[in-house]
């Protein structure tokens, strides 16, 4: 498990590999133009070294940005391009609302928290 590590801005990013196929990606704070590209920097490195599921858990996360929204569209388009899953986990009525106003929750599997993703991979 690698330690979380403050980013430019006002967000933290924390990953974990719970198994060889899953790597979780913990996104804390607020994910806004300030910080998007360290978050990108981290999408990408996973995409790069690793294989399976990627989940994004976005249950701390307290405020997001266009910039923010922006990035997870790009990080699911380039997560199925490499051959990953991208698993979006939040338990937020604001997020949720914000990605169904937008027509993009066909776009992404959504789990309400990081134990619902984790499951619903196991059951997969």
Do not use: C, W, Y
């Not at 430019?8 to 719970?18: H, L, V």
């Not at 940005?65 to 199925?80: C, F, H, P």
């Not at 490499?82 to 066909?106: C, H, K, Q």
């Amino acid at each position: 498990m690698r330690a979380a590590q403050p980013a430019m801005g006002s967000a933290t990013f924390k990953q974990e590999d719970p198994n060889p196929e899953t790597t979780v990606l913990a996104v804390k704070g607020e994910l806004d133009v300030s910080n998007v590209r360290e978050l990108r920097r981290r999408i990408d490195d996973v995409l790069d070294r690793r294989r399976g599921t990627l989940i994004l858990d976005l249950v701390e996360l307290v405020h997001m940005d266009s910039s923010g929204l922006a990035e997870l569209i790009s990080a699911n388009q380039r997560a199925r391009l490499s051959g990953m899953r991208l698993v979006l986990a939040f338990d937020s009525p604001g997020l949720r609302r914000t990605i169904e106003v937008r027509g993009l929750d066909g776009m992404f599997k959504i789990a309400d928290s990081r134990a619902d993703a984790l499951g619903t991979l196991e059951q997969a």
